[in-house]
């Protein structure tokens, strides 16, 4: 999220953080012995995993720079070992184009149709239905193009693209915002204006994108999103500092 008043957020720094087993190493670790098991090699390549709350249970892995990346719905997180074995199983199977072993589909389908599992993908749907979106065309900016550009700059291309819409109403304080239960980013109509220059405008989009490709991070039972290694990326902008001194300016009613 990007608010305009932005009180410092170096407190949300996870670099130094004590490195917990929490359920996030725990799938790491069970996805590299999968791979290693599945593929016959003795060290499991690079993985990065990402936790999302799409509204329904969608998982895909796929490799991108020689690096595994894996998205699984946030729903799974507290999932038994067994269905998150069922569903490395199941994933690696699919990476490495093979057959997908029928006790893993049983074990996996078993714990999705169960109706508490259910009841939760129902209620991240029907969220979904109360959300209202706009087109990405705005008057003067497109979040489709914008998008497009920066996702050809700065992530090789490899981002899906989630839904870009317009907020409803000029929000002052909050620019822009990713939605994963919704896997939409919503940005402030009021940067859809000649007088926000475009960078900034770009800038607010690509934090958010930065928000999709970092997902966040559970420490401790604490999820984290502008990790270290998200605010490196963030200076990665070329007009990073003008961007970020203009947007505590933007806090200013009259500014
Ligand atoms: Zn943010």
């Known amino acids: 999220m990007v608010v305009a008043e932005g009180k410092p957020q170096s407190s949300i720094d996870t670099a130094e953080a004590p490195v917990a087993p929490d359920p996030e190493s725990r799938i790491r670790a069970l996805f ?147 939605d994963h239960v919704h896997d939409t980013i919503v940005i402030s109509r009021r940067l859809d204006s000649p007088s926000i220059p475009n960078y900034l405008f770009e800038f607010v989009l690509y934090h958010e994108m930065l928000h999709l490709k970092h997902g966040s991070r559970l420490i401790n039972g604490k999820r984290y999103c502008h990790t270290r290694a998200f605010r490196a990326d963030e200076r990665r902008f070329p007009s990073y500092l003008k961007a970020s001194a203009r947007l505590g300016r933007l806090s200013n009613p009259l500014g």
């Not at 199977?93 to 599992?117: M, N, W």
């Not at 700059?153 to 915002?177: C, D, I």
Request: hydrophobic content about 40%.
């Open 32 to 178: 590299a012995e999968t791979i290693c098991l599945m593929g016959r090699r003795k060290r499991a390549p690079e993985i990065e995993i990402g936790f999302h709350a799409f509204a329904g249970l969608n998982s895909y892995i796929r490799i991108r720079n020689q690096k595994v990346v894996i998205r699984i719905s946030d729903i799974l997180l507290g999932a038994p070992l067994e269905v998150l074995r069922a569903l490395a199983r199941i994933l690696v199977a699919k990476l490495f184009r093979q057959k997908v072993d029928g006790e893993a589909t049983q074990v996996y389908s078993a714990f999705v149709s169960d109706p508490a599992i259910r009841s939760r993908v129902e209620t991240a749907r029907g969220l979904r239905g109360r959300k209202r979106l706009t087109a990405p065309q705005g008057r003067y900016r497109d979040l489709d193009r914008s998008f497009d550009r920066l996702n050809r700059e700065f992530f090789g291309g490899n981002l899906p693209k989630p839904r870009l819409s317009w907020s409803q109403q000029k929000a002052r304080t909050v620019l822009g915002h990713t």
